[in-house]
């Protein structure tokens, strides 16, 4: 039988979360029924996917982006609290996992967009293993790139062209890491991929020569949480489903 603490820590365990210095609690953040038949992933733990849950009659949510972030107001008021409070009446478990997700080397996100975008990894950015270095299997254009960006994750991104040199070794990092773009041009890669752009993102790209491609936050993110959901159903024997509620950013 599964249940809410074998497999909470099952995947604390896999996913080394003791190793992470993050910006959220990783793990069991709400806790429900002990007994678990079928688990919702989603990237972030919103108002709508709880909602989702509760028409599916899942006992648990499984996502990236889960509650209680650093420097938030810890009240339970207003969004938090109309969230918390369907959740609890419910008695649905939240668990979330931020960076572990992140760096894990084969369900997390970046080596899940490594596959989809047919990268081999070289190396990683940091030393949490966050973001990676990798190289194509031939050289491409910026625009035969982004086709294939757009055609994997369903989404069409910005491209930032800062030159016209094709494209073999790049940077990767999903999410909201466009100011890593000073480490990519540091290690001398042709292009970099995150998933969102800030007004200097622009600037860094074009003067330091490295070709910048935005292709979404939450399109970025989707993969690994499917990943990590359908290997530990397949662990425990649980039923899965992910509830992919669209954000444009």
């Not at 107001?73 to 969004?79: A, L, V």
């Not at 299997?137 to 910005?158: D, F, H, Q, V």
């Amino acid at each position: 039988m599964a249940t809410l603490k074998n497999v909470t820590n099952f995947i604390n365990e896999y996913l080394e979360i003791d190793k992470f210095k993050d910006y959220a609690p990783n793990g069991l953040q709400v806790e429900g029924k002990e007994k678990l038949v079928k688990i919702i992933m989603g990237v972030s733990a919103t108002h709508a996917l709880i909602e989702a849950a509760i028409e599916r009659q899942a006992e648990a949510i499984l996502v990236h982006h889960g509650w209680f972030w650093d420097k938030e107001d810890p009240r339970i008021i207003g969004m938090k609290y109309r969230r918390l409070k369907l959740l609890i009446e419910h008695d649905i478990s939240l668990l979330g996992y931020h960076l572990p997700l992140d760096a894990h080397p084969q369900l997390g996100n970046n080596a899940q967009l490594a596959k989809r975008l047919e990268i081999n990894i070289e190396g990683v950015m940091d030393k949490q293993g966050v973001g990676n270095f990798g190289r194509l299997a031939e050289y491409t254009s910026l625009e035969e790139l982004g086709k294939k960006i757009e055609k994997s994750l369903n989404r069409k991104p910005l491209l930032i062209s800062a030159g016209d040199h094709a494209i073999r070794r790049v940077a990767w990092c999903s999410g909201g890491a466009q100011s890593w773009i000073n480490k990519a041009a540091d290690a001398g890669v042709d292009a970099f991929i995150s998933g969102e752009i800030s007004e200097q993102t622009v600037h860094i790209a074009r003067e330091c020569g490295v070709h910048y491609i935005a292709a979404g936050h939450h399109a970025t993110e989707r993969y690994g949480i499917q990943a990590l959901g359908e290997h530990v159903a397949a662990k425990f024997g649980l039923l899965c489903e992910f509830v992919d509620i669209d954000n444009p950013v």
